[in-house]
T-cell receptor, first 111, second 113 residues
Framework: DTAVSQTPKYLVTQMGNDKSIKCEQNLGHDTMYWYKQDSKKFLKIMFSYNNKELIINETVPNRFSPKSPDKAHLNLHINSLELGDSAVYFC??????????FGPGTRLTVT | AQKVTQAQTEISVVEKEDVTLDCVYETRDTTYYLFWYKQPPSGELVFLIRRNSFDEQNEISGRYSWNFQKSTSSFNFTITASQVVDSAVYFCARMDSNYQLIWGAGTKLIIKP
């Protein structure tokens, strides 16, 4: 039973395309997150979201948008992809803003 | 910025040696949480420990131990009798007032057989 899952695991696309990464958690958690890990392994929070509040890291371009159809899902939409968007994207979830549990990551390559 | 510093970019030791990974953090908060995560070569991020700033007791879990020193703003991680399977990138992180994790740059640990 996977606690936090992401699809796809790998995504290769061309510049200018629009793509989505899906995330689902079956832990019953109330808060979900998206992180970006660059080629140097540096992790940066992009968004955190629960039913009440979306917190956006101000450095994230508005080409990135989270969409949550329900409490168990937080998808990441990216418009007009750029070369610099190539990275590994991690979804995570937590309960009451406690310990965050991570999905396996999605490796995005923009060519 | 209230950052988390992991000064050791990479550490290489021979199996069975003890190794300590350093973590120093900055914060103006009186209450905060600190974390360690492991990222093995397979790429997933695995939670290891969370420590509340009120609890300064050291913690031991098998071969892993953590030394929290509030006076020096450090939260160091020691692996005793290291094994090849311990090879990974280890991240220290602090939770900020928005409940988001501020990450260190990670320390790559290589355990040689």
């Amino acid at each position: 039973d996977t606690a936090v899952s992401q699809t796809p695991k790998y995504l290769v696309t061309q510049m200018g395309n629009d793509k989505s990464i899906k995330c689902e958690q079956n832990l019953g958690h109330d808060t979900m997150y998206w992180y970006k890990q660059d080629s140097k392994k540096f992790l940066k929070i992009m968004f955190s979201y629960n039913n009440k509040e979306l917190i956006i890291n101000e450095t994230v371009p508005n080409r990135f948008s989270p969409k949550s159809p329900d409490k168990a899902h937080l998808n990441l939409h990216i418009n007009s992809l750029e070369l610099g968007d190539s990275a590994v994207y991690f979804c995570a979830s937590s309960q009451d803003r406690g310990v965050q549990y991570f999905g396996p990551g999605t490796r995005l390559t923009v060519t | 910025a209230q950052k988390v510093t992991q000064a050791q970019t990479e550490i290489s030791v021979v199996e069975k040696e003890d190794v300590t990974l350093d973590c120093v953090y900055e914060t103006r908060d009186t209450t905060y949480y600190l974390f360690w995560y492991k990222q093995p070569p397979s790429g997933e991020l695995v939670f290891l420990i969370r420590r509340n700033s009120f609890d300064e007791q050291n913690e031991i879990s098998g071969r892993y131990s953590w030394n929290f020193q509030k006076s020096t703003s450090s939260f160091n991680f020691t692996i005793t009798a290291s094994q090849v399977v311990d090879s990974a990138v280890y991240f220290c992180a602090r939770m900020d007032s928005n409940y988001q994790l501020i990450w260190g740059a990670g320390t790559k640990l290589i355990i040689k057989p």
